[in-house]
């Protein structure tokens, strides 16, 4: 029943009710209210993204943008469009390859910051790398606690968050190192966060970045919990039957797309993408 239904089930006279309604309006949270407030803790080191040839914060033009506007639509709406109630967790979304190098870390990031360029989104950049947290070293957080002192119960989400200064953009680092990382990764505790992470904010995107799904078992382990896995395929690079290996280990997850990253089309950045689902045919 509502504050309202209560409200009338007691009596109340339309004055009171007009003050009840008041308070039910004014307590519902806007989208802004979403965005951290207080002082950013990290600056974004916006000449080492632009050095990398990545995506510079408020960049609206350009070809990468445009490459990055293509892969964040299809995942904008599968997270908040009324296909997506059907997808459990579907602001969740896992980037990952099968080899090392293919640019899942380049992607995630792009992606994040793409994400946080949107006027009623907000985005959350976990470093799920935990063994080689190349997004924490990106952004200068490698170090501090994260994903695996929270999953460890060493500290809590609120504390591990980072605020930066793109005022829509949270990161929370790899954390400390564990030789136990895949367990972890695999705990219920893990399941609970994401479930956490996925509910606590309406317009909250959550991007993983991810190890390599044919080297270690944390990717997979990890898709288990997202509701949208992106998979980075390098352009004539990763051979047909690898990419078919990983597509296999993502059997089960609910939405793939994938991005051919690398390409050479001749464009600026040599960069290609193309997205899309699990229909997708690798080529059989
Ligand atoms: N589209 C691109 N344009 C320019 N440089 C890129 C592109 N994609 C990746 N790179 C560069 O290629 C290198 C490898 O990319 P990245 O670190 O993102 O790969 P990764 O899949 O995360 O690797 P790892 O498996 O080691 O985590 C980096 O130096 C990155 O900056
Ligand atoms: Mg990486």
């Given amino acids: ?72 639509r299809p995942i904008l709406t599968n997270a908040f469009g009324q296909g997506g109630q059907q997808i459990q967790n579907a602001n969740l979304v896992l980037v990952t390859s099968s080899l090392p190098g293919e640019g899942k870390t380049f992607t995630a990031v792009n992606l994040a910051l793409s994400i946080a360029a949107e006027r009623d989104k907000t985005v959350l950049l976990v470093d799920a790398d935990v063994v080689k947290p190349s997004t924490s070293q990106l952004l200068g957080v490698d170090g501090r606690a994260g994903l695996i002192d929270i999953l460890e119960r060493r500290v809590t989400v609120a504390d591990a968050l980072l605020r930066t200064d793109i005022p829509k953009l949270t990161v929370l680092p790899a954390g400390r190192r564990h030789p136990h990382a895949t367990e972890l990764l695999a705990s219920e505790e893990m399941n609970r966060l994401a479930q956490e992470m996925s ?11 991810s190890p390599p799904l044919l080297a270690t078992t944390q990717a997979s382990v990890l898709a288990a919990h997202v509701g949208q896995v992106l998979l980075v395929v390098e352009a004539e690079a990763t051979p047909q039957y690898i990419v078919k290996e990983a597509a296999a280990m993502l059997a089960d997850c609910q939405v793939v797309g994938c991005v051919l990253n690398k390409t050479n089309q001749g464009f600026g950045l040599g960069y290609y993408a193309y997205y899309g689902y699990k229909y997708y045919n690798y080529g059989e």
């Fill in 1 to 72: 029943m509502s504050t309202i239904e209560k409200a009338l089930e007691k009596g109340l006279d339309e004055a009171a009710l007009d003050e009840v309604r008041e308070e039910v309006e004014t307590s519902a949270p806007s989208p802004t209210q979403y965005v951290p407030t207080g002082k950013p803790q990290i600056q974004i080191d916006v000449d080492r993204l632009r050095e990398l040839g990545m995506l510079e914060p408020d960049a609206a033009h350009g070809q990468l943008a445009e490459e990055f506007r293509i892969i964040k």
């Fill in 199 to 209: 509910r606590r904010y309406p317009d909250r995107v959550i991007v993983f970045d």
